[in-house]
């Protein structure tokens, strides 16, 4: 393991295989060093930096990286593909937890709850009622990304009587309209809910004529990774008006966030919290463990991202 996790990974794990706890050793290059001829799995995070092309050389016996997080942008998967190894990731476990995070942060930041709930708790009430909020009636929502969390989300969203639309890059069979380009997704709608994955394949997806093109009621939904949105972009559109607020769990340097994104008074700002439930982390934990220890009972992992699924036999 390279960085502590939820106990009930090297619990499941421990009567199956030796765990080596990384994060633990003293001096971690000469622990790689000694241990590499006999590590044949690594469980890591998304959380916890990137497992590259540096360690799967340290590691000629490694067969399988077992990722916490459905999102395994972390980890370098052609490297990993080109040597044979074997890449899991957690997906389907979470979708519930997240899409229910997704909803909350789009009410808070519509509603600007967290705004109301600092006004309260600074004695501001007596003085005057908090001012008049925007609101989720008659609004059009796209989603960028109608994956599994992006299906769960409208789902929920149906529950609100509010239009729904989506962008990625092919169309699916479901009833809501499909918009081949995300410009055009945003010119249509005036919530914008990013649900894709991250990578250099979306980088900076949203930026500055994406946002212009949400307008000045719109709203900005990012839970999915940081890399999508432009920060600067962002910080910009949302301190000239060019949009009306956004709600973020995920950054692009994460745990920093940028000192102008936190002092606008019209952002939500969460610390990457969509899936972070103790259940759910727990639930994510035993898929992690589950797929190291069918790969060496049965050769077959349970969820192999699909750019190492090939190699399974
Ligand atoms: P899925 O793979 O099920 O869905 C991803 C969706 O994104 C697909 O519909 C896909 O459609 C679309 N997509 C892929 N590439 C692009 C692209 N270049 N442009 C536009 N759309 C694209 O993933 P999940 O729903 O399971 O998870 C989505 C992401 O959410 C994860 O990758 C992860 O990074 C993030 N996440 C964040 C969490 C948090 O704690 N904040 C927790 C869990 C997930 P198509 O193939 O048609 O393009």
Redo the contacts with the bound molecule.
Sequence with gaps: MTAPMRPVIGDTLAPHVTVHRLWEAPDQPATIRALAPRIRGVATS?LFGRVDAALFDALPQLEIVASF?????NVDVAAAAARGIIVTHT??V??D??AD?TVGLLLATIRRIPQADRYLRDGRWPEANFPLSPTLRGRRIGI?????????VARRLAAFDVAIA???????PVDYPYFPT?VGLAAACDVLII????GD??RH?VDAAVLAALGADGILVN???GSLVDEAALVAALASGTILAAGL??YADEPRVPADLAALPNTVLLP?????SAATRDAMGRLVADNLIAWFKTGRPLTSVPETARLVR
Excluded at 166 to 172: D, E, K
């Design positions: 998304t997080g459905v999102g395994y942008d997906p389907g979470l979708d937890e997240v995070l960028v990304g109608l994956g599994r969390i992006g299906k769960a989506y962008h990625g890059r092919s169309r699916q995300i649900l894709a994955p991250g394949g979306t997806l839970v999915a990774r769990d995920v990457h919290i969509a899936s972070g």
